[in-house]
Structures are given as C-alpha cells and as structure tokens.
C-alpha cells in the first residue's frame, strides 16, 4: 500500500501568516489523485482540495495546492482564525486509499 | 443537500459482528461509489473499505480483508458494512462517505461509534 507521511506533525502560527504543508507518499501517487482534508474536534473531515490542486466548492482561494508524483504539499497563504485544525492528505489512485497521519494546525 | 447517516454501532465483545447502515439522501445514490473510514478518537483517519456504484468492484484495507464485507442497494438509497470477528483494535467511529465521480470523497456522515471491549 501507498504509505503518506506528513510533516511537519505539529504547525504553530499565527492569525495572517503563510503555513506549508506537506505530503510525501512511499509511491508514486497515479494520475494525481491527492486529496487534502480539514477536520476541526468534533466534526467529520471537510474536502479542501482534490486532483492534487483543484480547490473544491466554496474554498477560498488562500488555499491552495500544488504536487506530484510523490510531493504534495498544501498551502494557506494568509492564516485566517477559522482555519486551524488538523489536515489529511489521501491518496484515492490505488487501492487500498490510504491517508497521512496528520497535520495539526494550531494558533501560536 | 447531500445527507449521509449512519447507524447499527455500539458496544460489541471481541469475536462479536456488527453491521453498520448507511441511509443517503439528497443525490442519486447509484451514480456514486461510496466508502467507510474509520477514526480513533483523538486519531488520524483510516480507509477501510469501498464499493463501486453498481457494487461490482470492492476493496478493502489490509487490517479488515477477510472480516469486513461491504454493499449496497441502490433501490434503497443504502450502504452497508458487516463487521465480523471484531476486535479491539476496531473500535473507532465509521463514516459513511460519497465518492465523487472522479473518486475522491467528497461527503461524510456524522459517524457511528463502534466499541469492542469484553
């Protein structure tokens, strides 16, 4: 299986700053299919980005997300309140799918 | 509006089965392929198995292979899980979520918690 290891595990900003994140799989990811999820305490994951760079609808344009082959990273260009949680990366190409250990996000 | 509920979880002793239903609502089930992922509380996400829209093709992680079986009935607007000789390390909360049509998951449901503990 395509094993996804994201770094850093623990990203501590604040409120206006750039966050990178990032996704390195174990295999080359087929045809782009990245995905990148958010998912705030309590509630189910939330789609952010999907083909490894189309933002889905209703993101805003501060996220954004670029990759391939085995990196992939996402990128918060101006860090917003409303935006720290923990992110995904998960590769849908082959099975079985499989998802990054996570990336929390916390204000500084 | 997109909807996806699950139920059929709680406590069950290792060795024990449960089945885990899906009720979806608010788009045309049989156009999508649909998956469960399972979730640690306080840990990362895990796939666990999915199922094409017509419930032709299957796949499943390695950890649940041989013990999990998924489906579905499109005339009922369902999905399904049947989880078998369960065992601690399955307890977790299961989402039921959609396949867009290019394949990544694009809805959840809320989850069910499953616990199996003696």
């Known amino acids: 299986e395509i094993v996804l290891t994201q770094s850093p595990g623990t990203l501590s900003l604040s409120p206006g700053e750039r966050a990178t994140l990032s996704c390195r799989a174990s295999?080359?990811?087929?045809?782009?299919?990245l995905a990148w999820y958010q998912q705030k305490p309590g509630q189910a994951p939330r789609l952010l980005m999907y083909?490894?760079?189309t933002r889905a609808t209703g993101i805003p344009d501060r996220f954004s997300g670029s990759g391939s082959g085995t990196d992939f990273t996402l990128t918060i260009s101006r860090l917003e309140p409303e935006d720290f949680a923990v992110f995904y990366c998960?590769?849908?190409?082959?099975?079985?799918?499989?998802f990054g250990q996570g990336t929390k996000l916390e204000i500084k | 509006e997109v909807q996806l509920v699950e139920s059929g979880g709680g406590v069950v002793r290792p060795g024990g089965s449960l089945r885990l239903t899906c009720a979806a609502s608010?788009?045309?089930?049989?156009?999508?392929?649909m998956s469960w992922v399972r979730q640690v509380p306080g840990k990362g996400l895990e796939w666990v198995s999915g199922?094409?829209?017509?419930?032709?093709?299957?796949s499943y992680a390695d950890s649940v292979r041989g013990r999990f079986t998924i489906s579905r009935d499109n005339s009922d607007n369902s999905l399904y899980l049947q989880m078998n000789s369960l065992r601690a390390e399955d307890t977790a909360l299961y989402y039921c979520?959609?396949?867009?049509?290019?394949?990544?998951?694009?809805?959840w449901g809320q989850g069910s918690l499953v616990t199996v503990s003696s």
């Open positions: 199922i094409s829209w017509n419930g032709g093709s299957t």
């Open positions: 979520a959609r396949e867009d049509l290019n394949y990544f998951v694009d809805y």
């Open positions: 083909g490894a760079s």
């Open positions: 295999q080359s990811v087929s045809s782009r299919f």
């Open positions: 608010g788009f045309v089930f049989g156009d999508h392929g």
């Open positions: 998960h590769q849908y190409g082959t099975s079985p799918y499989t």
